[in-house]
């Protein structure tokens, strides 16, 4: 879960912090290709399948941590989150 700190010059900086530690299902979705300053980057979309859990209230302001990637939420419907890796 994602917190803001004021930085050396004022400007806002997140602060991420683990909130859950789940079991989950992953299946992956689609890879984009873009290429940036001569390099080709691959971005994967995933769906991420939880169990229900009343107290486990994630938003598009979390992130998913699998496997050392990041995975940002983009939507969130009945816990099948739609997600893209964070580069």
Known sequence: RVTHSSGDYGAQVP???????????????SVKEQVSNDQ???RGSVKVILR?????????????????????ITSNTVYELLCVEEL
Do not use: H, V
């Open 15 to 29: 602060t991420w912090s683990t909130f859950a530690k789940r079991t989950a299902a992953i299946e992956p979705l």
């Open 52 to 72: 229900y859990e009343k107290a486990l209230q994630l938003t598009t302001k979390d992130r998913i941590n699998w496997d050392g990637r990041i995975y940002g």
């Open 40 to 42: 080709t980057i691959a």
